[in-house]
């Protein structure tokens, strides 16, 4: 059974650009999250989506979105990139959010310089 | 202050001993309550899910909450070098089951 892919790995960007992650779920999982790790502030939530709607989202600025397909794919998107948003962007996803705990990708390393 | 607080040691035992893990937190309305283990370069990885109170055991691992006293644990037995890695606890339920609030992490070396 396939677990979760992020894509890209690895990222370098430019303070100022935009940003697209991607993210594919585990077959069957409708819930797909999306955290935040830095070392200093460590794993931090950003928003959840379940059957394309967003039903929770953290303490981010508007500069942070996301979208989930129809198949539950999901993607996030950074705009003005900042330098504070190095990162390892994680994405995780659970059959329906919140039971049985959520299962994470590998992550995208982002670094904007 | 934080609402989920973690030693993050870093903890260094010997091979075969009994590791202690715990994590205390402020918000009464944690219902789920998680422990996750990361390799470095890796996502986290679910190790121990626990609804409400009391003990849950998988093999060499257990998960105790006390709600009373806002306080988990996760013992591991027989502790391995492949046991080495960055262990998180994480709560929800406050807001919602879906958003995981994580603490910091504990930086576990198992030596051989």
């Known amino acids: 059974k396939a677990g979760v892919t992020q894509t890209p790995r690895y990222l370098i960007k430019t303070r100022g650009q935009q940003v697209t992650l991607s993210c594919s779920p585990i077959?069957?999982?409708?819930?797909v999250s999306w955290y935040q790790q830095t070392p200093g502030q460590g794993l931090q939530f950003l928003f959840e989506?379940?059957?394309?709607?967003?039903?929770n989202k953290g303490n981010f600025p508007g500069r942070f979105s996301g979208r989930q397909f129809s198949n539950s794919r999901s993607e996030m998107n950074v705009s003005t990139l900042e330098l504070g948003d190095s990162a390892l962007y994680l994405c995780?996803?659970?059959?329906?959010?919140?039971?049985?705990?959520?299962?994470f990708g590998s992550g995208t390393r982002l670094t904007v310089v | 202050q934080k609402e989920v607080e973690q030693d993050p040691g870093p903890l260094s035992v010997p091979e075969g001993a009994i590791v202690s893990l715990n994590c205390t937190y402020s918000?009464?309305?944690?219902?789920?309550f998680m422990w996750y283990r990361q390799y470095s370069r890796k996502g986290p990885e679910l190790l121990m899910y626990t609804y409400s109170s009391g003990n849950k055991e998988d093999g060499r691992f257990t998960a105790q909450v006390d709600k009373s006293s806002k306080y988990i644990s996760l013992f591991i037995r027989d502790s391995q070098p492949s046991d080495s890695a960055t262990y998180l606890c994480?709560?929800?339920?406050?807001?919602?089951?879906?958003?995981?609030?994580f603490g910091q992490g504990t930086r576990l070396t198992i030596n051989p």
């Open positions: 077959s069957g999982h409708r819930s």
């Open positions: 994480a709560m929800s339920g406050a807001q919602g089951a879906q958003k995981l609030v």
């Open positions: 918000n009464s309305a944690f219902q789920y």
């Open positions: 989506y379940f059957s394309e709607t967003q039903r």
């Open positions: 995780a996803s659970s059959p329906f959010g919140g039971d049985y705990g959520y299962t």
